[in-house]
């Protein structure tokens, strides 16, 4: 079964938030709305919890450069907001006292915020590559984000090394001739090398040691949530985020991912459930998720999770062999009462 890349989405909220601002555009929507994306991504760039696919990161890209008419606009992106514009990747490496110990915050972190988006250190002698595991591919938007990422590793090492450092070398998976290149190689000030399996910087010994003082290491990174990796889990986290403000239906979700409806309902049924039930699922979670949470009445709860009426929100709940929507609130309040009772906020009602 085919896999399909998924990446944070809070990986593009600071990249089109200041695109729409730059371009003077009337919002985030227009971005993606000349993408072709799900409007309700606007709302899924606030969430570190909420996945998309690589490839919507992929278009964005493309439409935001078009917008600002910028041909490198993931370098672009780098020289006005440095680090930040990956911000999710790199949140915390600025954080820390040494090189080394912000490369492999970004490798652990990077596993957590998607499942094929990977930066790894391989060393070599003297010398380390740091780059990606796997190439993007050769679409104008994957070399945006490749661009993108690799000046932003130029700018991180240089907030260690100082702002004269350069690599060794940039070694990138596009092929000379393209007309991609130049920016980047002046912007890390040394030279290029194309066609490699994938992109990465070359940085020696001296460089992966350095030091900014004045910086006490940061604190462990706190655990975030996996990135859905198998089929099933990437078709629930778009379901998840499309029921944001909109009817959900199978040509949205297929056309998100790159793929057909009808393709997509194939592999679904190869993995032994359906579109239908996986979009019951999720509504039902998030009508348990308030049953718990608020005082709501029932039916009203029902309306915004997409049911005319307690009656048919308790027939969901059945489908599921879930307890009736009143019996499970009362039970999870009582467990969620049975909790040790944790230190409330200042100025807090109990």
Same mark, same amino acid.
């Given at each position: 079964?085919?896999?399909?890349?998924?990446?944070?989405?809070?990986?593009?909220?600071?990249?089109?938030?200041?695109?729409?601002?730059?371009?003077?555009?009337?919002?985030?929507?227009?971005?993606?709305?000349?993408?072709?994306?799900?409007?309700?991504?606007?709302?899924?760039?606030?969430?570190?919890?909420?996945?998309?696919?690589? %490839?919507? $990161?992929?278009?964005? #890209?493309? +439409? !935001?450069?078009?917008?600002?008419?910028? /041909?490198?606009? @993931?370098?672009?992106?780098?020289?006005?907001?440095?680090?930040?514009?990956?911000?999710?990747?790199?949140?915390?490496?600025?954080?820390?006292?040494?090189?080394?110990?912000?490369?492999?915050?970004?490798?652990?972190?990077?596993?957590?915020?998607?499942?094929?988006?990977?930066?790894?250190?391989?060393?070599?002698?003297?010398?380390?590559?740091?780059?990606?595991?796997?190439?993007?591919?050769?679409?104008?938007?994957? %070399?945006? $984000?490749?661009?993108? #990422?690799? +000046? !932003?590793?130029?700018?991180?090492?240089? /907030?260690?090394? @100082?702002?004269?450092?350069?690599?060794?070398?940039?070694?990138?998976?596009?092929?000379?001739?393209?007309?991609?290149?130049?920016?980047?190689?002046?912007?890390?000030?040394?030279?290029?090398?194309?066609?490699?399996?994938?992109?990465?910087?070359?940085?020696?010994?001296?460089?992966?040691?350095?030091?900014?003082?004045?910086?006490?290491?940061?604190?462990?990174?706190?655990?975030?949530?996996?990135?859905?990796?198998?089929?099933?889990?990437?078709?629930?986290?778009?379901?998840?985020?499309?029921?944001?403000?909109?009817?959900?239906?199978?040509?949205?979700?297929?056309?998100?991912?790159?793929?057909?409806?009808?393709?997509?309902?194939?592999?679904?049924?190869?993995?032994?459930?359906?579109?239908?039930?996986?979009?019951?699922?999720?509504?039902?979670?998030?009508?348990?998720?308030?049953?718990?949470?608020?005082?709501?009445?029932?039916?009203?709860?029902?309306?915004?999770?997409?049911?005319?009426?307690?009656?048919?929100?308790?027939?969901?709940?059945?489908?599921?062999?879930?307890?009736?929507?009143?019996?499970?609130?009362?039970?999870?309040?009582?467990?969620?009462?049975?909790?040790?009772?944790?230190?409330?906020?200042?100025?807090?009602?109990?």
């Amino acid at each position: 079964m085919r896999s399909f890349p998924m990446v944070s989405a809070s990986s593009i909220g600071a990249s089109v938030r200041y695109v729409a601002k730059r371009a003077g555009y009337e919002g985030v929507e227009t971005v993606l709305r000349r993408a072709r994306l799900p409007l309700e991504m606007a709302g899924a760039t606030q969430h570190d919890s909420r996945f998309i696919p690589l %490839r919507s $990161l992929f278009l964005v #890209l493309e +439409a !935001a450069g078009d917008a600002a008419k910028v /041909r490198d606009f @993931g370098l672009e992106l780098v020289r006005q907001r440095g680090v930040a514009s990956l911000g999710s990747l790199f949140r915390d490496c600025e954080r820390v006292a040494e090189l080394s110990t912000a490369l492999q915050g970004a490798c652990w972190a990077s596993k957590s915020y998607s499942n094929h988006l990977h930066v790894e250190v391989v060393r070599s002698g003297e010398f380390r590559r740091v780059g990606l595991a796997t190439s993007l591919g050769n679409s104008r938007g994957a %070399r945006q $984000l490749t661009d993108l #990422l690799l +000046a !932003a590793l130029v700018s991180l090492v240089r /907030r260690f090394a @100082g702002s004269s450092w350069r690599p060794v070398s940039v070694e990138t998976d596009y092929a000379s001739g393209t007309g991609d290149g130049p920016g980047l190689a002046n912007f890390a000030e040394c030279p290029l090398v194309y066609g490699r399996p994938t992109a990465a910087l070359v940085i020696d010994d001296v460089a992966w040691h350095s030091r900014t003082l004045g910086l006490e290491h940061a604190e462990p990174l706190t655990h975030e949530p996996v990135p859905p990796n198998d089929l099933t889990s990437v078709v629930r986290e778009l379901i998840r985020l499309c029921l944001l403000d909109t009817e959900c239906t199978l040509l949205v979700v297929a056309r998100t991912m790159g793929i057909s409806a009808r393709t997509l309902q194939r592999e679904l049924n190869a993995a032994g459930c359906t579109f239908r039930r996986l979009v019951v699922a999720e509504r039902c979670a998030r009508a348990a998720e308030l049953l718990v949470e608020t005082r709501s009445a029932i039916g009203d709860i029902a309306l915004s999770s997409g049911y005319s009426s307690h009656n048919h929100l308790a027939r969901a709940f059945k489908s599921l062999d879930l307890v009736p929507p009143g019996q499970y609130r009362s039970r999870m309040g009582k467990a969620k009462a049975s909790e040790p009772i944790k230190s409330r906020p200042a100025n807090r009602p109990p």
